[in-house]
């Protein structure tokens, strides 16, 4: 399978104090499947991802390759880079309930995404948001269209990135640990609307998560992090039942040791 | 919203009710009794028992405390504040002119101010760090921390007397306004583009800012959605300047000779003209309870979630 993406050397720092976040990290995207990156709190997962949109705050510099389809992000102009943020490269945001503008109706932030990346009128990218929405179970999309953030559940809001998503077809999605804020039911139906909405548009997509069950679930393959590092990657199974490095075979163990006391309360696998 | 703006109207009714109240309360607290005060004012070489008897008659002052306050009040709202004790003018016809001065002074400069305050504060808030941040806020601190009598007699030694340019004093023509709304400006904006800087710096944190950024908005837009959040804070600041300058142009209006309130009240409070007093003070409340009103309407237009808190 040919790489849509690879990332060659990445470094980032914080200008201020020098200190590196990201120490030479190098890893490919094919095109089609799902990598998932895994870490604790503070591994940098974040961070990394951001450094291939070139989204980190401006006390915090990068420097390494970045290859998109042949095209170096790190060197592109930032009007060639905007072009591509949200057209090629699709973020969705782990909290839905800060994600939009709270003083705006959510419906402004679509429409504005919208006029800025196709020439359509405004009566067509109308109906193709709502096609997409009740796509991902979005009853009443013109409702919701014109309902504030608060308005929302956190779900409600997650599932309305993913529809932008869907309307947009991005290259690559990246979701930045967009089941984290949700209650395990949400959690659930998103899942479900990540795996739909790689079927449908066929992208590639970066999942941060530290949810091993789901990115068990929707990963083809992983890269595990630490402090700033990537110590492991590889095939998803691989990685969950031979894992080479100390620091997995932990992650591993203790998700096992979870779901079996789960499974042991609710008198399955007896 | 149409629910809130009545609500929130209505709301200002009792709180206009207790401060007309408490104005008349403390006026009338005072030991010097008003009937003496309008004698000695009329030149009255003598004052007799009788004669106090006589003028409290006269004024009303005989009749029961609640009373009083209830005619007051009344009459009150129909713009008729009784008589100035000193030269026996309806209050109206003194403090009306003078009040509709100061207005026009203090909307020009606030107009100014929200201009100055967002101009500067969204510049530093954009290039924090840089030298225009820092110069600006450098600056505006000098600026700030000089006295406003002291600046604006500098300014007329300056401007209107060495280079001739406008006029020293009074309220002759629309160049009178320059150098005062110039340094009530410089005072205010002072302080209020820091605000803003900071609540614009602290948006631009915001996850909707990076998901404006990952969406590819451009960062005019973006910058548009930073303001609009970030002016929230800053409107119910603004909301409280208005009355905030209408009552404190005193200095600014000895200093420039402008007929406005400031310059009458000194001269009431001197003369101890009760009626002249307690029309200021009620009257700059009324201004407060205004504007207060005003902006938690417009804040409510700007913040969806603050229409459903009444």
């Given at each position: 399978m040919k790489n849509i993406l690879e990332v060659k050397n990445l470094m980032v720092w914080d200008i201020?104090?020098?200190?590196?976040?990201?120490?030479?990290s190098s890893f490919d995207l094919k095109a089609g499947s799902c990598l998932a990156i895994v870490g604790e709190s503070g591994s940098g997962k974040s961070v990394t991802c951001r450094a291939i949109m070139r989204?980190?705050?401006?006390?915090l510099q990068q420097s390494g390759d970045i290859i998109f389809k042949g095209e170096n992000i790190n060197q592109l102009s930032t009007k060639e880079l905007r072009k591509k943020r949200g057209k090629n490269l699709c973020m969705i945001l782990q909290n839905g309930m800060t994600a939009f503008d709270p003083s705006c109706v959510v419906g402004v932030h679509l429409r504005e995404t919208l006029a800025e990346h196709f020439d359509w009128s405004k009566n067509e990218a109308e109906v193709r948001m709502k096609s997409a929405m009740e796509s991902v179970m979005l009853i009443n999309p013109t409702e919701i269209m014109n309902k504030y953030p608060h308005q929302l559940s956190g779900g409600m809001l997650q599932r309305i990135m993913i529809a932008l998503a869907i309307v947009l077809e991005p290259d690559i999605i990246i979701a930045d640990?967009?089941?984290?804020?949700?209650?395990t039911i949400s959690q659930f139906e998103v899942v479900d609307q990540f795996i739909n909405l790689r079927e449908r548009i066929g992208c590639s997509m970066i999942f941060i998560s530290h949810d091993l069950g789901v990115v068990r679930k929707i990963a083809d393959e992983v890269l595990v992090m630490k402090d700033g590092k990537i110590i492991e990657s590889g095939n998803t199974e691989k990685i969950f039942?031979?894992?080479?490095?100390e620091y997995t075979k932990y992650l591993v163990s203790t998700r096992m040791a979870l779901s079996n006391n789960f499974k042991r309360i609710m008198g399955e696998g007896q | 919203m149409g629910s809130y703006i009545v609500k929130r109207i209505l709301v200002s009714v009792p709180l206009l009710l207790i401060i007309s109240f408490l104005t008349f309360v403390l006026i009338n607290l005072s030991p010097l009794d008003p009937a003496e005060v309008v004698l000695q004012a009329q030149g009255v070489p003598e004052i007799t028992e009788e004669l106090l008897e006589q003028t409290k008659e006269e004024l009303g002052l005989d009749k029961p405390f609640i009373l009083r306050y209830f005619d007051w009040f009344i009459s009150s709202l129909q713009?008729?504040?009784?008589?100035?004790?000193?030269?026996?003018?309806?209050v109206w016809s003194l403090i009306g002119p003078a009040f509709l001065n100061t207005l026009k002074l203090t909307l020009i400069s606030s107009i100014a101010i929200i201009f100055m305050s967002i101009l500067l504060g969204v510049t530093c808030a954009l290039k924090e760090g840089q030298v225009i941040d820092k110069s600006i806020r450098g600056f505006s601190f000098v600026l700030t921390a000089m006295p406003s009598y002291w600046l604006a007699t500098i300014m007329i030694w300056y401007v209107s007397v060495k280079l001739d340019l406008l006029p020293t004093s009074g309220m002759v023509s629309y160049s009178s306004y320059i150098l005062p709304v110039i340094v009530i400006t410089i005072s205010y904006a002072g302080i209020y583009f820091r605000n803003i800087r900071s609540s614009m710096l602290n948006n631009l944190n915001e996850d909707y800012v990076l998901y404006g950024r990952a969406s590819g908005l451009p960062e005019k837009k973006i910058t548009m959605h930073i303001l609009r959040n970030s002016l929230q804070v800053s409107i119910s600041i603004f909301g409280m300047a208005i009355p905030i300058i209408l009552g404190s142009t005193v200095v600014i209006e000895n200093v420039f000779a402008w007929p406005g309130l400031g310059s009458l009240s000194v001269k009431a409070i001197l003369g101890r003209d009760f009626p002249i007093i307690q029309a200021y003070v009620l009257i700059l409340a009324a201004a407060f309870v205004l504007f207060n009103t005003i902006s938690d309407i417009i804040n409510a237009f700007m913040n969806p979630k603050l229409r459903n808190d009444l």
């Open positions: 201020v104090s020098g200190k590196k976040i990201i120490q030479n989204l980190n705050s401006t006390s640990e967009p089941t984290t804020a949700l209650d039942s031979g894992a080479k490095h | 713009l008729d504040f009784g008589e100035s004790y000193i030269n026996g003018k309806p």
